[in-house]
């Protein structure tokens, strides 16, 4: 079931992603295909524009990511340049069967190469799904 017909499952889905007014949100990997009613209920969400480049420390990265777009360590570590110390990236992958679709294994082993944890995922339209991304708390291995 697609929320495109109704800004209320859109804002609810921004608030699914744990975003709140005032957080810096930089947008990485932006296509024609990303879903553009979430990206206006993020920016309603944090009450700001998605911004590109970064020209302060960011609360939070979304990163559009495809199976095709090249490889994932790097695209999550580039992630990680503007990004705050307590920051997250949402990680927005095509849903199985659709264009793009990444394996959930090689998403995890991305993200532990990167120095990610993996938190949650949850379904945020008809094609994408998120998976948050956060910095390990204590020591690095």
Same mark, same amino acid.
């Given at each position: 079931m697609? $929320? /495109?017909?109704?800004?209320s499952g859109d804002s609810q889905v921004a608030s699914?992603?744990?975003l $709140? /007014?005032?957080?810096?949100?930089?947008?990485?990997?932006?296509d024609d295909d990303v879903d553009d009613d979430l990206r206006v209920a993020?920016?309603?969400t944090v009450e700001g524009e998605l911004v590109e480049e970064a020209v302060e420390a960011v609360d939070v990265v979304l990163l559009w990511w495809r199976a095709e777009d090249g490889d994932l360590v790097d695209g999550l570590v580039d992630s990680l340049t503007d990004l705050t110390d307590t920051g997250y990236i949402?990680?927005?992958t095509p849903k199985v069967g659709r264009?793009?679709?990444?394996?959930?294994s090689d998403l995890s082993e991305a993200a532990i190469t990167?120095?990610?944890?993996?938190t949650v995922s949850v379904s945020v339209s008809?094609?994408?799904a998120a998976t948050k991304l956060v910095r390990p708390r204590g020591t690095r291995r």
């Amino acid at each position: 079931m697609s $929320t /495109a017909a109704g800004a209320s499952g859109d804002s609810q889905v921004a608030s699914k992603l744990g975003l $709140t /007014a005032g957080q810096v949100v930089q947008e990485l990997g932006w296509d024609d295909d990303v879903d553009d009613d979430l990206r206006v209920a993020i920016e309603d969400t944090v009450e700001g524009e998605l911004v590109e480049e970064a020209v302060e420390a960011v609360d939070v990265v979304l990163l559009w990511w495809r199976a095709e777009d090249g490889d994932l360590v790097d695209g999550l570590v580039d992630s990680l340049t503007d990004l705050t110390d307590t920051g997250y990236i949402w990680l927005m992958t095509p849903k199985v069967g659709r264009d793009g679709y990444v394996d959930a294994s090689d998403l995890s082993e991305a993200a532990i190469t990167a120095g990610l944890a993996q938190t949650v995922s949850v379904s945020v339209s008809t094609d994408w799904a998120a998976t948050k991304l956060v910095r390990p708390r204590g020591t690095r291995r």
